[in-house]
């Protein structure tokens, strides 16, 4: 357990930006929308294309980056899409952006504006004893092949929807978590934003997958302990970290809200708590949103 000697949280208080809809029309009857033009660091959009037809082929981008769509229904004459905004995206005005091809082949094109605004996150200064920050070389070697195991997961997008419904909350009874996107600051050297919804719980209590998928990672990392990763199709993974025991092996299908593993305190962590967190294209977002904005 980490020995502080000095302890000091700084927090930014004000109210938030109303968020409200956006809406554009576009050429071909072609209609955009997205649940907000403004968004946070560290947030989730949800992205919708109506007035398409079934067999029209639609690319989409956000921020640059190629973003998949899917309908849910073949049938179907709206597209959609998640736009996640990272947890250290750079404040500013970006671009949500569709072309498709129009009836006599031409190609054409639409974009929404979005301007991503500065996080309100704490921040953590902590004094602690050199060792608990500073891993020996072999432990420097260990983190960083996890590093490059977690990029190539995240690097592989699955060209189709493995969710079902409804995602969920991890823990039973649990409808709220925190510390996601705190900062600290350790020794006086700023640490890497906390990317994670923790949950505090005993240890033994049964962890369970937020949404259906497949297991792509069930192993012991350096820093986050034994970790289960499951990727629900089309860039979007949760994470479930510092596990007690785990309940599945990479490869394994998993049902919304099968028990997956057990709270505990493996890896660099001070105590028992589920460290729950949400990448969507490489996007570090707040997990939370997914339950509270269902795609």
């Excluded at 769509?69 to 998640?82: C, F, G, I, Q, V």
């Excluded at 009874?173 to 700023?190: D, H, I, K």
Aim: with cysteine.
């Amino acid at each position: 357990m980490l020995l502080f000697a000095c302890l000091l949280t700084e927090r930014t208080h004000g109210k938030q930006p109303v968020q409200a809809p956006v809406k554009k029309s576009c050429n071909s009857g072609i209609i955009l929308k997205l649940s907000s033009g403004t968004a946070s660091q560290g947030s989730l959009l949800l992205a919708e294309i109506s007035g398409a037809k079934p067999s029209q082929e639609f690319s989409a981008e956000w921020a640059g980056r190629p973003i998949p769509l899917w309908r849910e229904t073949p049938a179907s004459s709206t597209l959609h899409a998640l736009l996640g905004v990272d947890l250290e995206k750079p404040a500013g005005r970006y671009e949500w952006k569709i072309s498709w091809a129009g009836a006599d082949d031409k190609s054409l094109a639409c974009s929404v504006p979005v301007t991503v605004r500065v996080g309100k996150f704490p921040t953590e200064r902590l004094t602690v004893e050199k060792q608990f920050v500073q891993p020996d070389p072999e432990q420097q070697k260990r983190a960083e092949e996890d590093q490059k195991k977690m990029k190539a997961i995240y690097d592989t997008v699955t060209p189709e929807v493995l969710w079902k419904g409804k995602f969920v909350m991890p823990l039973k009874g649990v409808s709220t978590g925190g510390n996601f996107g705190r900062r600290r600051v350790l020794n006086g050297e700023a640490r890497s934003p906390h990317a994670g919804v923790d949950f505090p719980a005993a240890a033994g209590t049964p962890v369970y997958a937020a949404q259906s998928g497949k297991v792509v990672l069930a192993e012991n990392l350096y820093y986050s302990g034994n970790t289960v990763v499951i990727d629900h199709g089309f860039g979007i993974y949760t994470l479930y970290a510092h596990l007690s025991e785990i309940g599945v092996h990479a490869g394994d299908p998993v049902e919304t809200s099968s028990e997956i593993g057990k709270v505990g305190a493996t890896g660099r962590v001070t105590g028992p708590h589920l460290h729950w967190g949400l990448t969507i294209d490489h996007a570090r977002v707040n997990a939370l949103q997914i339950v509270q904005r269902q795609p």
